[in-house]
């Protein structure tokens, strides 16, 4: 039990490390040109929501594009408003990771990390090979992880102490959410509740509470990265915390009826819960950006500039 206990531990390390290093070798690829992107492609709300999907998609990380996002409104590179399209298209291309992770990649877990060992020798090379690094590390901590549970497929103690974490879809959300802000990585915290529905060791409802705590907690980064900022970017923070928290809380009376649609979509409950990550932000990115107008005003007001108290630099 506890050999078994430390192995998944390992596993979740594993996959926390990789997507920290896929995410920056392809910052570190990406990041000058991602600047300048984001700065160009900001004229409209839909072109921003374009750009920044492609931009998460690019770098897998909608946390990086987002405190980018902040940053260049804190910059002055581009405005409040500019900025909401990219948080929006942010929360769509980060689905891209999720998905990868659905995929039975683990027989590429060890060409993935020799490519990657091989790159990094190269300086030219060096953040695609930490990159590559990083998937071989993904794919084999899903694998370690999957094997690990597999043996308590039949485990009720198992099953009865997880389920009781998610025993409502409310608490399954309050857990996700912080799971994810501890663990800065909504990716990760999906990953391991697709492995966990996919061994059978909780069901699928808990599995999509965790997947909507997971898209909150993964504010705390760009919250934090606006503490100091300007009150245009702390707007653009509290955007992507209200966007989030908003579409999480209107879903959650659904959960149950999307546990019972998902399965005709595909048999595999680790997809099932892809999917639902997927639908879920173009669902709430979509419909805030059909009232991104009356949003931007909403958010203006709620932290408008220089707060209640007329001071700049600190949050109310």
Known sequence: MLNHL??????????????????????????SQLQRILRRATSTPLRGFFWGTLATALVQS??????LAVGLVDGGAITFYQSLGIVLGANVGTCVTVQ????????????ALSAGAVLTLARRSRAVGIASLGCGLIFGSLGLMGAVLSSYEGSHSLRGYLSAMAATP????VAGTLLTAFLHSSSVVT??????????????????????????????????????SSWA????????????????FLILPFLSLAAT????????????????????????SLAALVVIKPLALFLTWLVPDGGPSGKSGTWP
């Open 6 to 31: 430390v192995q998944f531990n390992i596993g979740i390390a594993l996959l926390l490390l990789g997507v920290q290093l896929l995410r920056h070798g392809l910052v570190n690829w990406g990041h």
């Open 62 to 67: 909608s946390t990086a594009v987002t405190v």
């Open 100 to 111: 990868l992770l659905a995929l039975d990649l683990e027989a590429l877990a060890l060409p």
């Open 170 to 173: 409310l608490q399954g959300l």
């Open 191 to 228: 990953g391991v509740a697709m492995v966990l529905v996919s061994q059978g060791v909780i069901s699928l409802l808990p599995a999509l509470a965790l997947v909507l705590g997971a898209n909150i907690g993964t504010c705390i980064t760009a919250i934090l990265a606006a503490l100091l």
């Open 233 to 248: 970017a702390k707007r653009t923070a509290m955007a992507h915390l209200f966007i989030n928290v908003t579409g999480a």
């Open 261 to 284: 649609l998902l399965p005709l979509l595909t048999p595999d409950p680790g997809r099932q819960v892809a999917h639902f990550h997927t639908l879920f932000n173009l669902f709430s």
